[in-house]
């Protein structure tokens, strides 16, 4: 049964901050990964997804990366604002049958103090 | 380009009560998935359903059903409402080309109170 994992649950950093937020997966027989962001109350917002085969993405100030051999992913945020403070998930998706479905952790809750 | 919507935006029910919520997947999505995000449990896969069939099933009981219509929105369907059926339900869709899965995207949600 694939576990996904998102330590600390919350951090809080000084506005301009370059940051990492770390997740890891117990099953690296995964199809992709996406990283999440989800307002307080709302819907969740694609950021990244990373096929398996691939080693990173990047969309703006946001990067991502995956190892699937250590089953580990991290999403690095570059001079981070006040307007990134949101949860942030990860999700790994399945290939086949019961585990065709996405993962998520718990997530971490980022506050950007101006 | 309209993103996932959904129905109703809040919803308050007794125990016991049905309860019924509508997803609408972006144009030219097949597939629709449903997920519970409840209090301390984190976001839980429910069901996923493409070209009209069932797929695939979390670990909920039977009482959570649902269905995919042909043009491809969706229902959720809670019977015999507990109070820990309270939750933010949200609904994603994607495309798929025979076994490669797009990305999925999510609708704003639909919040569930059961008294």
Known sequence: ?114 | EAGVTQSPTHLIKTRGQQATLRCSPISGHTSVYWYQQALGLGLQFLLWYDEGEERNRGNFPPRFSGRQFPNYSSELNVNALELEDSALYLCASSLRYGTVKGTQYFGPGTRLLVL
């Open chain 1, 1 to 114: 049964k694939q576990e996904v994992t998102q330590i600390p649950a919350a951090l809080s950093v000084p506005e301009g901050e370059n940051l990492v937020l770390n997740c890891s997966f117990t099953d690296s027989a995964i199809y992709n990964l996406q990283w999440f962001r989800q307002d307080p109350g709302k819907g969740l917002t694609s950021l990244l997804l990373i096929q398996s085969s691939q080693r990173e993405q990047t969309s703006g100030r946001l990067n991502a990366s995956l190892d699937k051999s250590s089953g580990r992913s991290t999403l690095y945020i570059a001079a981070s604002q006040p307007g990134d403070s949101a949860t942030y998930l990860c999700a790994v998706e399945g290939r086949t049958g019961a585990n065709s479905k996405l993962t998520f952790g718990k997530g971490i809750t980022l506050s950007v103090r101006p």
